[in-house]
DNA sequence: TAGTGGTCTAGACCACGGA
DNA sequence: CCGTGGTCTAGACCACTAG
């Protein structure tokens, strides 16, 4: 390299990453193609090697290169690119968009674990866990509906939590981080108590997102949000 | 550190990104409490100081830490996780089902940009641009509907690509990088020609992902896929 | 201004797996 | 086997910012 051309916006490693992006971008390396092992890239650069690997690393886990030992980096043939998006906490979410927050305990109580969520969360069925319905509004309007199934044997404490002021969301996050999370998006026509509960009309399309929580004590928690009509996940990258 | 408990199950740095976030979760250290810095660590665990930083560094995008110089690293009061999840290509996740994929290129026309698009992608409406709608099947069922622009000037030679065998998605992936992405998810019913495309029935709950792509000369494609209903796409941590 | 994380270096050794 | 990436080290300097 003969000199840096751009500004620098960040360190060499932000460099080189740029830089190797743009070569890909531009087609200079194509798709498939071995580009230059990390020893000469650094002297290119003239970085250590430890620099450009650690440029590489970041466009491998992005997805644009392929790198294996001894056969070298590769452009990806088919970038699998992945897209990442924050899980907030209701509260803040609404309050980002300018509303006022409030929530409603719809019900709560324990219950027998049915059946379709047994398998995803690895319990026995009938296995007896807490079950909260709420509401989440913004402006004193149904943003978001709230049906939790919470086991209490991987969340100490949580019998003399009062949700009717916290809600369970945010004391979950707080007080019972996970190791793993598992998220799923779907659709679905709202019943008539979804319909209800998000002021809505009955058979009005539905952005469903499951979410079911572990850490090494098995499952924390499986709660299926619905937004409200119109409602937009946004992700990137 | 008296001694390395459990297997190690990678380098030493990932022992330590392990470890911290076992202390987190099982509450050695609380929300909001600083940890020992880096060079105390370093000590305790007997590794060079770059080798906590890396492992602290995973845990601070992870969204588990907070770190900022001079004050230090905290563990995150809320911790806002990411999630992720990758983009494949649509034959590859036909395929990846066990089932056999095609698709039916159903129109493409040099259209003028609809003004409900011009915004997203920052281009004036009325410029002319590529439009299609595919359906991709699995064994012969619609599996997504595809409604697709494409800007020809980000993407030289498209004008002679022939879509009938060979799909815009797996086109673009391999012809096309992108700088920049931008998914959102929502839901929407089934209009009386998306039912039919897809082999359903009108008012059906569909889920919807917008996805639009840019790189430095401006946008490359905006894309609405409407999933098969049941489809439910999933991601991890 | 001093303490903390951010980054880089030159060198080393190791692990994987293609040739 | 042996070239490549993966990781670690000891040290250095820098950038930010809290006190």
Redesign the interface.
């Known amino acids: 390299m003969t000199e840096r051309e751009a500004l620098p916006s960040g360190g060499k490693a932000a460099y080189i990453t740029e830089e190797v992006?743009r070569r890909?971008?531009e087609k200079e390396w194509r798709?498939g193609e071995r580009i230059p092992d990390e020893a000469e890239l650094a002297a290119e650069f003239g970085v250590a090697r430890a620099t450009v690997n650690k440029a590489l690393q970041m466009l491998a886990e992005e997805?644009?290169l392929d790198r294996r030992r001894r056969a070298g980096t590769r452009v990806a043939?088919?970038?699998?690119?992945?897209?990442?998006?924050?899980?907030?906490?209701v509260r803040?979410q609404v309050e980002a968009a300018g509303m006022s927050y409030s929530h409603r305990l719809i019900s709560q109580s324990r219950s027998p674990l049915p059946e379709r969520h047994a398998a995803r969360l690895g319990l026995p069925a009938g296995e007896v866990l807490i079950h909260q319905r709420a509401v989440h509004y913004g402006d004193r309007r149904p943003f978001q509906l709230e049906d939790r199934w919470i086991n209490p044997r991987a969340v100490p404490g949580i019998e003399t939590v009062d949700f009717h002021h916290m809600n369970a969301n945010?004391w979950l996050?707080?007080n019972a981080?996970?190791?793993?999370?598992?998220?799923?998006?779907?659709?679905?026509?709202a019943g008539v108590r979804d319909a209800r509960l998000l002021e809505t009309k009955p058979?009005?399309?539905?952005?469903?997102l499951n979410r079911t929580t572990w850490?090494?004590s098995g499952p924390i928690t499986t709660v299926r949000l619905a937004?409200h009509?119109?409602?937009?996940?946004?992700?990137?990258?």
């Open positions: 992006r890909i971008i798709q997805g644009l043939v088919n970038p699998v690119r992945k897209a990442s998006f924050s899980i907030p906490i803040e945010e996050v707080r981080p996970y190791l793993r999370a598992e998220l799923n998006f779907s659709a679905c026509s058979e009005q399309a539905l952005l469903i850490n090494d937004f009509p119109g409602y937009v996940m946004t992700a990137t990258t």
